[in-house]
């Protein structure tokens, strides 16, 4: 009885963690270009844990931002740009290993804004 139970139970653990409900394919390394009132390019590193850090670097300045913020499980990434936060970086990461979204940056001023793509670059 011990030997079914365990069977089931391990039949269960498999079935309820599919792998879209895990952040596994999204960690590692995303690098590609943004493009707006401002161009460039931007790389972040995603951990296991779902935190996710990078650099947003301008081709018109000699700017560099940080990037930093969260992934969800299902790829949605809320981040900020800036050192203090000035600004949005948020979009969706996709399991074939594409990336696109928006940006804000309201430092220095006027407000600049955009969108970027990339993919992933290294696990």
């Known amino acids: ?26 960690i590692g390394t995303w690098a590609g270009t943004y493009t707006g009132t401002e161009k460039g390019s931007w790389n972040i590193v995603v951990a296991s844990d779902g935190k996710v850090t990078g650099t947003l670097d301008s081709e018109q300045t000699t700017e560099n931002y940080y990037i930093s913020g969260t992934l969800s ?3 949605e990434l809320n981040a900020t740009i800036g050192s203090p936060e000035d600004g949005e970086f948020k979009g969706t990461l996709s399991r074939t290993r594409t990336a696109s979204g928006t940006w804000v940056n309201a430092l220095p001023t006027p407000d600049k804004s955009g969108t970027w793509k990339g993919e992933k670059t290294s696990n």
């Open 73 to 75: 499980e299902s790829g």
């Open 1 to 26: 009885m011990k030997k079914l139970f365990l069977l089931v139970f391990t039949a269960f653990l498999f079935i309820g963690c599919k792998d879209e409900d895990t952040i596994y394919d999204f």
